[in-house]
């Protein structure tokens, strides 16, 4: 079984049924980007760019985030990239830029609100982004880059992202790109009919969606229990956003942790979710179970689960896949 597996871990995962879903991975380095390949991803499904900016003692220069997306796109010929412009904030702060004390700062200005009060550096990370788009069309003839910004949580904001990446896109002259955005705030999810009309694709950002719809800090040990992701609550939000994608053929990932276990993957595939963004280690199991399964049943019991009344019963139900071949 084990020598099967490996064989097939370069092949797409489908369903016993038919369905198709990608599985790419979640990345911070280049230094990882080597991994996705190796463990049969498809693309990467999430960059998180934090690290350029956290990692250097002032603004990383426009030429080095060139130099780093060069080095992903390199190890990811003729795949998807997203990258996600800087999540500055929240957990994750930068000290060389002046950031005021918050109360809250995973209710304060992080994501693409600090890239608002911050836009010259947005540009220069749009620039780049862009710039290694047209080096990638220039040299290989296609481009696989794809844009995200996080932290959307009104229509306000995308118009606003959205616009600002496609005067610095002409302003250089570069391919056009997919934009798309993080569903990782509620209300993102609740106007998901809305943004589905002008967005290219949503991920969802289920670490965050967990902690904003929960109301439970990701980062509190006493909260950030598992069960959590499987809440009814939050699977009703990505039932909703799946549903916007679909209905203006768009298409929905998740990136956040609960992909990645291969219980959960099973009831993300049945609500809909057409991509599932993992670390490159997580790949192969996350391919395996996709494989051994039936997507109609799948549907049929995420419809059961959304009715559930807990995350304990909503898991139980994950425990078996014996009614899923
Ligand atoms: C998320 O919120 O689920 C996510 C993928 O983004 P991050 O963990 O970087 O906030
Ligand atoms: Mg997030």
């Not at 990638?136 to 606003?160: D, N, V, Y």
């Not at 002259?173 to 509620?186: D, Q, R, S, T």
């Not at 956040?256 to 991509?275: K, R, S, T, Y």
């Not at 599932?276 to 996709?290: D, G, T």
């Amino acid at each position: 079984i084990q020598q099967a597996q490996a064989a097939q871990q370069h092949e797409p995962a489908t369903t016993l049924d038919g369905r198709r879903i990608e599985v790419v991975c979640n990345i911070a380095k280049p230094q990882d980007a080597s991994a996705i390949v190796a463990h049969g991803g498809e693309g990467a499904g999430l960059l998180r760019t934090e690290f350029l900016f956290e990692s250097s003692e002032q603004e990383p220069t426009v030429e080095q985030q060139i130099e780093a997306f060069k080095a992903i796109v390199a190890e990811l010929p003729g795949k998807p990239l997203v990258v996600r412009t800087a999540d500055i904030g929240g957990d994750k702060p930068v000290s060389w830029l002046d950031m005021p004390h918050e109360d809250n700062p995973f209710l304060g200005v992080r994501g693409v609100r600090l890239s608002f009060k911050h836009p010259d550096m947005f540009k220069r990370q749009l620039e780049a982004i862009y710039r290694t788009a047209k080096w990638q069309k220039e040299q290989t003839g296609a481009c696989g880059l794809h844009i995200m910004f996080p932290m959307i949580a009104k229509m306000s904001e995308w118009q606003r992202a959205s616009s600002i990446a496609e005067s610095v896109r002409q302003q250089w002259n570069a391919p056009v790109l997919p934009l798309g955005i993080m569903v990782e705030v509620p209300s993102a999810a609740l106007v998901a009919d809305n943004l589905a009309k002008y967005v290219d694709f949503f991920s969802i950002g289920s670490n965050d969606l967990t902690q904003y719809t929960l109301a439970m800090d990701r980062l509190n040990p006493e909260l950030c229990h598992a069960a959590d992701s499987y809440h009814p609550g939050l699977l009703r939000l990505i039932e909703m956003t799946v549903k916007a994608a679909d209905a203006n053929g768009k298409w929905v990932g998740v990136c956040g942790n609960m992909a990645a276990d291969p219980n959960i993957a099973c009831l993300l595939v049945g609500l809909g979710v057409h991509e599932l963004s993992v670390s490159p280690a997580n790949v192969p199991a996350v391919k395996n179970i996709i494989r051994s399964v039936s997507f109609t049943k799948l549907q049929a019991k995420a419809q059961r689960a959304l009715s559930m009344c807990s995350s304990e019963a909503v898991m139980a139900m994950y425990q078996n896949h014996d009614d899923l071949i």
